[in-house]
């Protein structure tokens, strides 16, 4: 037997392939042994002795068979590493058992043969000597051995034998056997190389492969990895084993603070710690698997068996995993995070649905308080349902025959008068009626259409201005995605220039949110505003975060009070004393302050005492139309 070290040291890939590459051989070799032994038998049975010119030869042919056999039956197994060199070993072992027995059988017909037969002995050992080998070649060393076993007797027989021209002939079969063993040489070296370049290329396929699925900065698996595998799930499966299948996103809260205010190297930093703390999150029964979708968006999902109890649980234990302060170079930051969750087979439909359904149940999570956790329900899919009725309707409508603007007022309270108008937007669908602005302008945002919607309504804005006396002004509102938008604003430019109307009278309204959508570009397109000569107002003002660096960074004419602050004005102490503290805010550093949402003749008095100037609300009057406008002003 070969030492089964010999193919311990191969690699584990050589070793699979030079077995495979053995086998279709197998066969042509047992073939030709047993056409080649019963020839023998056939020339010298009658002539040598029994032993040497049939029991041996019989032996082997029999020997022959029973191989093929087994490699008949084995031929389509992909065995253990193991069990392939067993197997090697075997092979090899049997070959050299063969060959030395060949060599002793061929050797004592040798001695009583002459003529032919010995002709016939010599060409026969030459024979196997070179073709088995190169066949078997992927055996390694043993079919060296073999070669070298049978030619080296071959070649001393030739050579001390009483053989015609046997100098001639012995150099015959040397020429050969190197010709032989430079090939076998090379075609192993080759094989071998062909396989590690082979090996080579599926690694580098393979890490291809998995930095395509895997996310750089976090090592979690990507987005596309995620779809690839919620797409793989089998729902009708799971439906019939009783199981449930849950698709969570989750959506870092104020993580762009981060970034804005400390760049994005520490922002990446931060990532990478959630995406460590997720990584490391225990796993339960039903193990959950973590996503990085991009940004500081993140996905799971996970099988599990129970209520949906557990998941509102998972939900926010992994929030208080997310709320646990990062240390970033000597920093903390305090995040938090907003979940949507849906869950098969409660949504029955897609896995791609329920990825849409579960970033539906975010959104939702996020314009409701965030920092905490959101299921999919019906009544979810109501209003998804209803949002996308309003999205087509959008996305078919005539913006200037459907959208339309009314006007509130803005008074000053010590003359009484009236002294600018904001605009506001009304939607008159054919299809739906009429559309509340809280309902369609988000859906505006999120399909693109906001800023073709605000370029049309700031068209009839400017005509109807042109219609009031030159003293009184227009508040027009400007989304987040208008003020980050350089070509909006350089329209909204253009388009005053062209209406000939004076930009002092004009007040574009910014919310604090929509500054932080990126708040270098907002500044530079509200300096390039503030050149024309209109006035910026801060909308909302309290509602956001970093208010004060708002007001302290920006060209700000006005400041307005959200109405939230003013409607329990009156029995809640707390509201009271933010409206007196922004009031006294504004004249500090001089700017002017609107307080919206008035509505009693005891709120005016109470904001008048407080030193309020400027009011909007329906205590004075609610929203007109244009033709309501002139007959307002004359009363």
């Known amino acids: 037997m070969i030492d089964l070290r010999y193919y311990r040291h191969f690699d584990e890939n050589i070793l699979y392939a030079r077995y495979f590459s053995l086998l ?3 066969p042509v070799v047992i073939v030709a042994a047993v056409v080649a032994m019963l020839t023998q038998i056939s020339v010298f049975h009658r002539n040598e002795p029994f032993v040497w010119s049939f029991v041996v030869p019989a032996m082997l042919t029999l020997v022959s068979a029973a191989v093929f056999v087994y490699w008949f039956i084995h031929r389509k197994e992909k065995p253990h590493t193991d069990v392939v060199r067993k197997r090697l070993q075997f092979f090899a072992s049997l070959l050299l058992v063969a060959g030395i027995t060949t060599v002793i059988c061929d050797l004592h017909l040798l001695q009583d043969s002459s003529g032919y037969s010995r002709y016939f002995l010599v060409v026969q050992m030459t024979l196997y000597g070179i073709c088995f080998p190169f066949l078997l070649v992927s055996l390694g060393r043993p079919a060296y051995l073999y070669n070298l076993m049978l030619i080296v007797t071959t070649l001393a027989y030739v050579l001390y034998a009483d053989i015609e021209y046997s100098h001639s002939f012995a150099f015959m ?8 063993l430079i090939a ?35 090592e979690l698996p990507n987005r596309r990895q995620f779809f690839a595998t919620i797409k793989a799930q089998s729902l009708e499966h799971l439906k019939n084993e009783g199981k449930k299948f849950a698709i969570g996103i989750i959506d ?33 029964q039903h193990p959950i698997h973590f996503y990085r979708l991009g940004g500081d968006e993140f996905a799971f999902h996970k099988h599990f068996v129970g209520d949906e109890a557990a998941l509102k649980q998972l939900g926010q234990s992994l929030i208080a995993l997310i709320e646990e302060p990062v240390a970033v170079e000597g920093m903390l930051f305090n995040l938090s995070a907003s979940i949507g969750i849906a869950v ?10 329920l990825y849409e359904y579960a970033d539906y149940a975010l959104y939702h999570a996020k314009n409701t308080g965030r920092s905490h956790t959101e299921l999919f329900s019906a009544r979810h899919l109501e209003r998804l349902q209803s949002r996308l009725q309003i999205e087509r309707a959008l996305r078919s409508a005539d913006l200037v025959q459907e959208f339309f603007l009314v006007f509130q007022p803005m008074v000053d309270i010590p003359s009484g008068r009236t002294i600018a108008f904001e605009c506001l937007a009304r939607w008159n669908s054919p299809a739906l009626g ?50 980050i938008s350089d070509k909006v604003v350089q329209d909204l430019v253009a388009m005053l220039a062209a209406s000939g109307v004076d930009p002092a009278r004009i007040t574009f309204e910014l919310t604090e949110t929509a500054l932080l959508q990126d708040f270098i570009v907002s500044r530079n397109n509200i300096e390039l505003l503030r050149q024309t000569g209109v006035s910026l107002a801060l909308d909302d003002f309290g509602t956001g975060y970093s208010s004060l660096s708002h007001v ?7 400041i307005k009070v959200d109405r939230s602050f003013v409607h ?18 504004s004249h500090g550093i001089g700017v002017d302050c609107v307080v919206e949402g008035a509505e009693t003749q005891q709120q005016v008095d109470l904001l008048s005492s407080m030193g309020c100037k400027i009011i909007q609300g329906f205590y004075y009057a609610s929203p007109m139309v244009e033709p309501e406008i002139v007959s307002y002003l004359r009363t």
């Not at 076998?184 to 396929?205: C, E, I, P, T």
């Not at 302290?552 to 006005?558: F, S």
């Not at 329990?568 to 805010?585: C, W, Y």
């Open 552 to 558: 302290q960074g920006l060209p700000l004419n006005k």
């Open 434 to 483: 009429m559309v509340s602005p809280c309902v369609f302008i988000p859906v505006a945002e999120s399909i693109g259409m906001i800023s073709s919607l605000t370029l049309t309504l700031f068209s009839q804005a400017l005509q109807a201005v042109q219609a009031w006396p030159a003293q009184i002004g227009l508040s027009f509102n400007l989304s987040a995605f208008d003020i």
């Open 252 to 284: 870092l809260d104020k993580f762009k603070q981060v970034n804005d205010a400390h760049g994005h190297r520490i922002g990446d930093l931060v990532l990478v710690e959630i995406g460590r703390r997720l990584k490391h999150y225990p796993r339960c």
């Open 344 to 353: 098969f087979p409660e949504v029955d439909d897609t896995s791609e649905k």
């Open 24 to 26: 279709p051989y197998v």
């Open 184 to 218: 076998m040489y090379r075609r192993n070296k080759s094989f071998d190389s062909l396989v590690y370049s082979s090996l080579h290329a599926q690694n580098l396929a393979a890490e291809n492969a998995r930095l395509a699925n895997v996310d750089m900065l976090t």
């Open 173 to 180: 079969i040397l020429i050969f056997e190197i010709g032989m």
């Open 568 to 585: 329990d004005m009156e029995t809640n102490p707390k509201s009271k004393m933010i409206v007196r503290s922004i009031l006294a805010l």
